[in-house]
């Protein structure tokens, strides 16, 4: 599927996201942040499944706008990005990438 990784997110009265360094948030620094931040469970992760979140993480990493993501890795970044981020941030996020 395709997934345009520009998107900003917004607060509920529609101004730009901001991180804790004032950087405003896009899909694409949220989905980053996401697979590379330590997560719960990560401790029991494999060694294999480590390097497919650091090879998904140089493709999103080396794109500047649409993506094309598979189905499985689409379900691991959700998953990733519903354990660290606040409800704001992974409702937005969610529907951006379908």
């Known amino acids: 599927m395709k997934v345009n990784i520009n998107q900003k997110l917004k607060n509920l009265e529609g101004a730009?996201?901001?991180n804790e360094t004032g950087k405003e948030m896009d899909l694409r620094e949220t989905m980053l942040?996401?697979?590379l931040s330590m997560v719960e469970g990560d401790d029991r992760m494999s060694g294999s499944d480590k390097v497919k979140?650091?090879?998904l993480s140089q493709k999103i990493h080396g794109s500047n706008g649409e993506l094309e993501i598979?189905?499985?890795d689409v379900a691991l970044i959700k998953e990733r990005?519903?354990?660290l981020?606040?409800?704001?941030?992974?409702g937005q996020a969610w529907e951006m990438i379908g």
Not at 85 to 90: H, R, T, Y
């Open 85 to 90: 981020f606040m409800p704001m941030v992974v």
């Open 53 to 55: 979140i650091w090879v």
């Open 33 to 35: 942040q996401a697979l």
């Open 81 to 83: 990005i519903g354990k």
């Open 16 to 18: 730009q996201l901001k």
């Open 70 to 72: 598979d189905v499985e």
